[in-house]
């Protein structure tokens, strides 16, 4: 059964550095997603992306994050200057065009720690 | 999205057929009723969408009302895998944007 992964499957930074999450979506798919849950909270939606540009972006996507299919089959999700609050687990999801809209398929996630 | 209330929590048996119920009175034409599962430390996981009825496949049944202001999640036999976050969405099922609003779920714990 396809998925879709994640790496690393877990990022420990210092605060202040660039960190890229990666995601492979799975392989036909068009429509991605990142989303975070910090520790005990809610998942939140953070942005979608279809067709080489952001759909939708939440209040918490600011200029310090960006995402980017660099290739045909990666996703990437950087954080230009990570902070504190920014520890989280990062998870990635995809869908096709002939599912419903809801049915998303998520990655196992990236644990980033920021220190 | 339509507003979904659901229990923050519930606890059951092994071998025990447990039913969640979400209520969403605001329910528009057009939404569809889909539930996730989230296990401890993994990402959601799309379980069942249905739209009237019911509906059922390999993981659970998802029984819904003439009305749908409601639905219900039903697990048959639960094992202590089944422990983890149930989570009741309700939306249009062909949004453009489609980005999915968690809220805070129903947490399922199975006991031996």
Redesign the interface.
């Known amino acids: 059964e396809p998925e879709v992964t994640q790496t690393p499957s877990h990022q420990v930074t210092q605060m202040g550095q660039e960190v890229i999450l990666r995601c492979v979506p799975i392989s036909n798919h068009l429509y991605f997603y990142w989303y975070r849950q910090i520790l005990g909270q809610k998942v939140e939606f953070l942005v979608s992306f279809y067709n080489n540009e952001i759909s939708e972006k939440s209040e918490i996507f600011d200029d310090q994050f960006s995402v980017e299919r660099p290739d045909g089959s990666n996703f990437t999700l950087k954080i230009r200057s990570t902070k504190l609050e920014d520890s989280a687990m990062y998870f990635c999801a995809s869908r096709g065009t002939s599912g419903s809209g809801y049915e998303q398929y998520f990655g196992p996630g990236t644990r980033l720690t920021v220190t | 999205l339509a507003k979904t209330t659901q229990p923050i929590s519930m606890d059951s048996y092994e071998g025990q057929e447990v039913n969640i119920t979400c209520s969403h009175n605001n329910i528009a034409t057009n939404d ?1 009723i ?1 539930w996730y599962q ?1 296990f401890p ?6 379980i069942i ?1 249905g739209y009237k009825t019911k509906v059922t496949n390999e993981v659970a049944s998802l029984f819904i009302p003439a009305d749908r202001k409601s639905s219900t999640l039903s697990l048959p036999r639960v094992s202590l895998s089944d422990t983890a976050v149930y989570y009741c ?1 309700v ?14 779920g129903t947490r399922l714990s199975i006991r031996p």
Do not use: C, E, H, V
């Not at chain 2, 939306?91 to 805070?104: L, M, P």
């Open positions: 569809y889909t989230q430390s993994q990402g959601p996981r799309f969408q969405l939306g249009r099922r062909y949004s453009s944007a489609s980005k999915i609003i968690f809220g805070s």
